[in-house]
């Protein structure tokens, strides 16, 4: 019997909001500020503090405030910003052409998402001219990631690390959510892209955030070590348009420090693709402003056509170097239409009673003439822009082999 063939590499793309959570964390980030200024946000003891990686995304504040040091500045109040950013979203959509009903291809709609971005972007500015994050430190987001972990505020999907891991057939996927409180050390994130200063401008890979591996380079980020599944040729990226990537590693890390699991997510050698809050390493805090992705001039990580680019980064440098390559983005929303588009197998994550944000999805894809169909009826077909599949559940997507690869002739 002639011997199995090997897997095609795979290059594994997932959301966070909604696909690794049950529910967008952004509101959850945002009451950090507040907690700190109200004093009812203390640093956990099972909280990283000394993140083992030379990641300077992954570094302890490079000096703690003395200990009568005044408290952070008052944030500005979060449901103005909010609702100012909703009512530029809706004037927007009312007065984009075509309307939604005649956008009824995939490229009409992809044009309106990325269309967006100046909604995006306006809003980016508003939150740092208010100083909604002045003040906040990498420690109080890792505090706080664990204290609302634990307090089931954010809630992660039970099974996401069997996905991870299940390309290289390390595991699978664990059913149900998660269980009690485990000890533990932190570990870092493997960031990737193009490090900025802090005004967001200059050269790649100087200023602040410090120097950053290209997206798509193999290996880590930044000095940090070779992940358990970077090993073995399979490569997991979590991107996200949302704040920021100190916060969606910390979510999980304490998840998986909640259920008593090895590893975190750099360990698991996990790449995060997300906008950040600079000066968190820095003695008095951020000074409330993000980093820009691709700089000032290119602007940050914002819209589904902004996911698009960095798949397209990504698997623009895997497939030059491995040949047989193969991709799956797992998301829950319209922002995710791109990237699920993009890739040969895009999965839609569809709860039993579907959110807002899953059934708008579901709508669009009716819409636009894209087929969605059950994940456990894939038999090795690629997407091709034309269809996607959609799961109940990690477990769902790890026993429908997605995971594994196409079939010859498919």
């Not at 790649?204 to 290996?219: F, K, L, N, P, W």
Request: net charge negative; aromatic share 6%; proline share 7%.
């Amino acid at each position: 019997m002639p011997p199995t063939p090997p897997h095609p590499r795979l290059t594994l793309f997932l959301d966070f909001d909604g696909t690794l959570t049950h529910a967008d964390t952004l509101a959850a980030l945002a009451s950090i500020p507040y907690a700190l200024h109200s004093g009812t946000l203390s640093p956990s003891p099972s909280a990283p503090r000394h993140l083992p990686s030379s990641d300077p995304s992954s570094q302890p504040p490079s000096s703690s405030p003395p200990p009568h040091s005044p408290s952070p500045p008052q944030p500005p109040p979060f449901p103005p910003l909010s609702q100012t950013y909703l009512s530029a979203l809706t004037a927007h959509t009312t007065t984009y052409r075509p309307p939604a009903p005649q956008r009824t291809t995939p490229a009409f709609e992809l044009a309106f998402l990325a269309s967006q971005r100046g909604v995006e972007e306006a809003s980016v500015r508003r939150v740092e001219a208010a100083g909604l994050f002045r003040g906040v430190r990498r420690a109080d987001v890792l505090s706080a990631a664990e204290e609302m972990v634990g307090r089931g505020v954010v809630r992660v999907r039970g099974g996401w690390e069997g996905v991870v891991r299940a390309g290289e057939g390390k595991g699978e996927g664990e059913g149900g959510d998660s269980g009690r409180a485990q000890g533990g050390e932190g570990g870092g994130v493997g960031v990737v892209g193009h490090g900025k200063g802090k005004e967001g401008g200059g050269d790649e890979g100087e200023g602040e955030e410090g120097d950053r591996a290209e997206v798509g380079d193999s290996g880590r980020a930044e000095g940090g070590s070779e992940g358990s599944i970077g090993k073995g040729g399979t490569e997991v990226y979590i991107i996200s348009v949302n704040w920021s990537r100190a916060w969606i590693a910390g979510v999980l890390d304490a998840d998986l420090r909640l259920r008593g699991a090895l590893g975190t997510v750099r360990e698991l050698g996990i790449h995060v693709v997300a906008n950040e809050l600079l000066g968190l390493d820095e003695g008095l805090g951020s000074e409330g402003r993000l980093d820009r992705w691709w700089g000032e001039g290119g602007g940050g990580v914002w819209t589904s056509a902004d996911k698009g680019r960095v798949v397209r980064e990504v698997l623009g440098r895997s497939r030059g170097e491995v040949e047989g390559g193969w991709s799956v983005y797992v998301g829950d929303g319209v922002g995710d239409l791109e990237g699920l588009l993009e890739c040969d197998v895009g999965v839609c994550v569809r709860d039993g009673q579907m959110g807002v944000g899953q059934r708008e999805l579901r709508d669009v894809l009716e819409r636009v003439g894209v087929r969605c169909r059950w994940v456990g009826e894939w038999r090795g077909e690629r997407g091709g822009g034309e269809r996607v599949w959609w799961a109940g559940g990690w477990e769902e997507i790890v026993r429908s082999g997605v995971l594994e690869g196409g079939r010859e002739g498919c």
